[in-house]
């Protein structure tokens, strides 16, 4: 099968498409033939060698999270799964390979994809989907009429969390690039700044802060109303003690609270995302469609920054 991979950490330009022995499903695993799959920042960073204390310095290595397809084999012990259902979902947690062909996986890493949408606008969700949700509904408890402010809310995460925000009733700042403010007040956002002349002085008081971006946590932790809660989904990577210290001082000093979460989202979350979309609160975002061989083209440009919503890799 044909499969994006890489023989040594660095730039974009160590992906290509290669060729890799079809997988099978195993006891209590479903085949999935892989339809698309989309950029995600964690994969920049493994492709990148910073995350080798996990992925380790074993190669060929490969990349993809997402996964939106079809039931192409089940397993023994899988009785809710048919061969041809659509599903969605990630890889498990700190493992990749979802841009391929095929993926064995275990169906608790999947739901039924949303009806009333194709696969690969539908590849752009599931990672980025179920962090809003996890971030916003079960961290936050985001209520109607609360002031909430999304930092990088043109991004995969980001976009999704605007349209979240406005869905749960709450009033929605976004924090993105001059030339995406239309777009982000399109998505559902009340109001709209340049991050690049707007900082946390010209902003606040919030009851919710989202930030995708990590850097200067404190500064916009200071923003909080007294019972206000934040969630952190990236730390600034070149002062990362400083981003770690927002969160661990909040959590043990003040009423404003710092939070974050390793994502590893499960069927359930798969199916709560679903039904957001079915129901016309969410919808997927995307930038640019690239076929599987131009898995490091998708790359560099989502390094390069300015992207509106996610990088989607068609693999079918």
Same mark, same amino acid.
């Given at each position: 099968?044909?499969? /994006?991979?890489? @023989?040594?950490?660095?730039?974009?330009?160590?992906?290509?498409?290669?060729?890799?022995?079809?997988?099978?499903?195993?006891?209590?695993?479903?085949?999935?033939?892989?339809? /698309?799959?989309? !950029?995600?920042?964690?994969?920049?960073?493994?492709?990148?060698?910073? %995350? &080798?204390?996990?992925?380790?310095?074993?190669?060929?290595?490969?990349?993809?999270?997402?996964?939106?397809?079809? $039931?192409?084999?089940?397993?023994?012990?899988?009785?809710?799964?048919?061969?041809?259902?659509?599903?969605?979902?990630?890889?498990?947690?700190?493992?990749?390979?979802?841009?391929?062909?095929?993926?064995?996986?275990?169906?608790?890493? *999947?739901?039924?994809?949303?009806?009333?949408?194709?696969?690969?606008?539908?590849?752009?969700?599931?990672?980025?989907?179920?962090?809003? $949700?996890?971030?916003?509904?079960?961290?936050?408890?985001?209520?109607?009429?609360?002031? %909430?402010?999304?930092?990088?809310?043109?991004?995969?995460?980001?976009?999704?969390? !605007?349209?979240?925000?406005?869905?749960?009733?709450?009033?929605?700042?976004? *924090?993105? #690039?001059? &030339?995406?403010?239309?777009?982000?007040?399109?998505? #559902?956002?009340?109001? /709209?700044?340049?991050?690049?002349?707007?900082?946390?002085?010209?902003?606040?008081?919030?009851?919710?802060?989202? +930030?995708?971006?990590?850097? +200067?946590?404190?500064?916009?932790?200071?923003?909080?109303?007294?019972?206000?809660?934040?969630?952190?989904?990236?730390? @600034?990577?070149?002062?990362?003690?400083?981003?770690?210290?927002?969160?661990?001082?909040?959590?043990?000093? #003040?009423?404003?609270?710092?939070?974050?979460?390793?994502?590893?989202? *499960?069927?359930? *979350?798969?199916?709560? %995302?679903?039904?957001?979309?079915?129901?016309?609160? $969410?919808?997927?975002?995307?930038?640019? !469609?690239?076929?599987?061989? +131009?898995?490091?083209? /998708?790359?560099?440009?989502?390094?390069?920054?300015?992207?509106?919503? &996610?990088?989607? $890799?068609?693999? &079918?």
């Amino acid at each position: 099968m044909r499969a /994006a991979r890489y @023989d040594r950490y660095g730039p974009p330009e160590v992906l290509y498409e290669g060729t890799l022995p079809k997988p099978v499903a195993g006891p209590g695993e479903v085949l999935v033939r892989v339809h /698309a799959t989309s !950029v995600n920042g964690g994969e920049l960073s493994g492709r990148a060698g910073k %995350l &080798k204390l996990v992925t380790g310095r074993k190669f060929p290595q490969r990349t993809g999270i997402d996964i939106a397809g079809e $039931i192409a084999e089940v397993g023994s012990s899988v009785h809710h799964l048919a061969v041809g259902e659509r599903v969605w979902g990630t890889m498990p947690h700190l493992r990749f390979g979802a841009a391929a062909e095929y993926v064995a996986v275990r169906p608790r890493q *999947l739901s039924y994809a949303p009806e009333g949408i194709d696969l690969v606008r539908a590849a752009a969700l599931p990672g980025v989907g179920t962090t809003a $949700i996890t971030a916003l509904r079960d961290k936050i408890g985001l209520m109607g009429g609360e002031r %909430l402010l999304v930092r990088g809310a043109a991004g995969g995460v980001g976009s999704v969390a !605007v349209q979240l925000g406005h869905a749960l009733g709450a009033h929605v700042t976004a *924090l993105a #690039g001059a &030339k995406a403010l239309d777009f982000v007040r399109e998505l #559902g956002a009340d109001e /709209a700044h340049d991050y690049r002349t707007t900082g946390p002085a010209d902003l606040g008081p919030f009851d919710a802060v989202l +930030d995708t971006v990590g850097t +200067d946590l404190g500064a916009y932790r200071g923003l909080l109303a007294p019972g206000g809660r934040m969630v952190g989904i990236a730390f @600034d990577t070149d002062r990362p003690l400083s981003s770690l210290g927002a969160v661990l001082l909040s959590t043990v000093h #003040g009423t404003r609270r710092v939070r974050s979460f390793t994502g590893n989202p *499960l069927h359930q *979350l798969f199916a709560d %995302l679903a039904a957001y979309v079915e129901n016309g609160a $969410i919808r997927p975002v995307v930038d640019t !469609v690239h076929p599987l061989s +131009d898995i490091a083209k /998708a790359h560099r440009a989502m390094e390069a920054g300015g992207v509106r919503g &996610k990088h989607v $890799i068609q693999v &079918k």
